[in-house]
């Protein structure tokens, strides 16, 4: 009975001993896994940080008024509840670590509206000319925008929009249609245009025995016939 015992114990005292063991092994996993990720944290956030700092350094130079500097560079309390179109008056103060000359608060004019509703003029956009601007129906494309900097108005200063194709490489369609009515029979118009498989077509026929030519004057005097490139006559 006494070994039975003595066994028993020894069982008990090894289970104890082996939880203990998982159970500090699982807190020194844990205790890692944390310390790691909060390093991974730090890293991480320092660059974004940085690249913050350098992006407001470069939208808000130093040494100018207070009062001129952009939107970027400023905390305005405007009102969201307001009437669309309205004329306000918004209190505004200059965000931490700028340095600018004079009063850093003061009131500035805005329209009642979103950033996404300024007009044309009051935001630039990113051009792109992946689309064909001679396309029927017209093409539209997606693309990214800015509100000038002295706009004030609702909402993220940056937003996707969507704009008409309606871009140009420098073709004329005066210098198309001249082309076509002097030296079309030879596909001078659409050499130029850069239709080079049709232009060598009609330089090879005479323009087709003329009736080729005539086609390609009055689709050039219609722009109906534009650029290969999809692009627009200026």
């Known amino acids: ?3 039975v015992r003595i ?3 020894n069982v008990i005292f090894v289970l104890l001993a082996i939880l203990s063991t998982t159970v500090k092994q699982a807190h020194m996993g844990y205790d890692s896994v944390t310390n790691y990720a909060m390093k991974e944290a730090n890293v991480n956030s320092t660059p974004a940080y940085n690249s913050k700092k350098e992006e407001i350094a470069k ?3 130093s040494g100018i008024a207070c009062s001129e500097l952009s939107g970027e560079c400023l905390k305005c309390n405007l009102n969201p509840n307001c009437v669309y179109g309205a004329m306000l008056i918004a209190n505004c103060s200059v965000l931490e670590h700028i340095d600018c000359i004079g009063e850093q608060f003061f009131q500035r004019k805005y329209i009642c ?13 990113h051009q792109k000319n992946s689309c064909s601007s001679v ?3 017209r093409q539209y494309y997606r693309t990214n925008c800015t509100v000038n900097s002295d ?11 969507n704009l008409l194709c309606n871009w140009t490489v ?3 369609w005066s210098t198309a249609l001249i082309l076509s009515i002097t030296l079309g029979g030879f596909g001078a118009d659409r050499f130029y245009l850069g239709h080079w498989q049709e232009g ?4 090879f026929t005479f323009g087709g025995l003329g009736v080729w030519t005539l086609i390609d004057v009055i689709l050039i005097s219609m722009r109906y016939l534009g650029p290969a490139d999809g692009s627009l006559y200026i």
């Open 7 to 9: 066994n028993s114990r």
């Open 170 to 172: 420098g073709y004329r």
């Open 151 to 161: 706009i004030l108005c609702l909402g993220r200063r940056k937003f996707m929009k």
């Open 113 to 125: 509206r979103y950033c996404y509703q300024t007009e044309y003029w009051e935001h630039e956009c």
């Open 135 to 137: 396309a029927s129906p």
């Open 200 to 203: 060598i077509g009609k330089l």
């Open 59 to 61: 939208s808000c130079p």
């Open 1 to 3: 009975m006494n070994v």
